[in-house]
């Protein structure tokens, strides 16, 4: 897996109907800074509100994805995130100016194409991988999905579907490397069956549908009217049955061309994470519903942990920002600067360092004879090398001053003293607004966890 932060190199665009709107909408793709992420902008909306293809916005899984932030949504976004997780890119602002991203021919290879004319860049910012110590399990109890991921170095894919069809039959789908994502899985195109038609329509999906867009799979026979009426639907003059029990419209790529596309939604809604995972994913009869539970509860279960985990720290490593480039970012100076270099920072994590030696000038007070980092000390640094995670949020960060609003739940577990070395590592706990930070913040001594408290800090411009 690629190790640096990916973008593309210059905007383009593509043009298509929306699969349940009916509507038509353009989408562009812009290059973006590190650690931006992916995110959707809605230009047709007035201020043009942004939606961060995260899992906590999915507000809706019904035969799709969709996101949403400040009355604001896009619908069907799994083909895009799917393409973008397969390409390994990180970083794009996506443009619309409808609702609903446009279906194309039904599966991610058009995103693909039109990402790969934009040209990939590699930026200057390591990925943060999402990996996990232990086997995690999950079931989706509506539909009985089942979910299981392993450890591995790697991002690896098998979807195995199972509709008690005779035409489908039992079928299993599965992506060992990311590179192979562009020709195995995202040629494969939507589907399904035709007694779904029907539904569908009552519940006013599939106002864009069409057999140019979707395979329809046969669960039953047919009668006329049906055949009539999606004729009617599709602007096609006739509609009949393939013998290989699906309709006339297109020949299959594959023949488990349904499992491929399964696959296909799971990578795109496990891109939700964040951030790529580095594990073997085997999905058991995923849906949109299942997928986005699952990403939900897998990140529960990695922010449980990582409450418990100390964050990795090579000495031999160059940081991110030293003393002399953390003058550069934050206001603080000696002998009030607590924190000497920051390790990593990303758009919602920082893990920094602190040496503490005796001739921190707090000791000679407390205590004489017994040295201690007096607790209020080490918040204090907790909450500048959190200033370093807001600062990055401003271009000029030499002209604003960071603020210490509020300290919650604070817990002091084990005296620090002369010779210990500080890990901060501080998360934010929801998104940044108006330069307020809220964070969890967590320091540790060895595998020691010393103090931990949830932070809230502010930069304001300097007067």
Not at 16 to 34: E, M, R, V, Y
Not at 46 to 67: D, G
Not at 201 to 210: A, C, T, Y
């Amino acid at each position: 897996m690629n190790q640096q932060q990916q973008t593309i190199e210059q905007v383009v665009e593509l043009s298509g109907i929306g699969l349940h709107s009916g509507k038509q909408a353009t989408i562009t793709f812009k290059p973006a800074l590190p650690n931006h992420g992916i995110q959707f902008c809605r230009t047709d909306l007035p201020e043009k509100p942004c939606i961060k293809a995260l899992a906590e916005n999915v507000v809706n899984t019904q035969r799709s994805t969709t996101v949403a932030h400040n009355h604001a949504q896009v619908i069907t976004i799994e083909h895009v995130m799917a393409a973008l997780s397969g390409l390994e890119i990180d970083n794009v602002l996506v443009e619309i100016d409808n609702e609903e991203v446009p279906i194309l021919d039904g599966s991610a290879l058009p995103f693909i194409q039109v990402l790969t004319r934009a040209g990939i860049v590699r930026q200057e910012a390591p990925r943060e991988f999402i990996s996990l110590d232990a086997p995690f399990r999950f079931t989706y109890t509506p539909t009985g999905s089942e979910y299981i991921v392993l450890p591995a170095n790697a991002f690896e894919v098998t979807a195995l579907i199972d509709y008690n069809s005779s035409v489908l039959g039992k079928q299993y789908a599965t992506l060992t490397k990311m590179a192979k994502f562009a020709t195995e899985i995202a040629p494969a195109r939507t589907f399904c069956f035709i007694s779904e038609i029907e539904p569908l329509l009552q519940h006013n999906l599939i106002k864009g549908g069409s057999l140019n867009n979707a395979i329809v799979y046969l669960d039953r026979q047919p009668d006329p009217e049906l055949l009539e009426k999606i004729a009617q639907i599709t602007g096609l003059s006739k509609v009949s049955v393939n013998t290989e029990g699906y309709l006339n419209n297109v020949d299959l790529y594959f023949d488990n061309e349904a499992a491929r596309h399964k696959l296909l939604d799971v990578v795109g809604d496990v891109a939700l994470l964040g951030a790529p995972l580095c594990g073997r994913i085997i999905a058991i009869k995923p849906g949109h519903a299942a997928n986005v539970a699952f990403v939900k509860e897998l990140k529960k279960e990695l922010k449980k942990k990582a409450q418990n985990t100390v964050p990795y720290y090579d000495p031999n490593a160059t940081p991110v920002y030293d003393v002399t480039g953390l003058q550069q970012l934050l206001p603080h100076r000696p002998p009030f600067l607590l924190v000497d270099k920051i390790m990593l920072l990303t758009k919602e994590r920082v893990v920094a360092v602190k040496n503490v030696t005796i001739n921190e000038p707090f000791f000679i007070g407390h205590f004489p004879g017994h040295p201690v980092m007096p607790g209020v000390m080490i918040i204090e640094a907790l909450a500048q090398a959190g200033g370093a995670l807001v600062m990055q949020t401003v271009p000029d960060p030499e002209n604003y001053l960071t603020f210490f609003l509020r300290v919650d739940q604070a817990k002091f577990r084990k005296p620090v003293v002369p010779g210990d070395t500080l890990i901060f590592e501080l998360k934010l706990a929801s998104e940044i607004r108006r330069g307020i930070c809220e964070m969890d913040a967590f320091a540790w001594v060895g595998n020691k966890l010393v103090t931990e408290a949830k932070l809230v800090a502010q930069i304001a411009r300097r007067k």
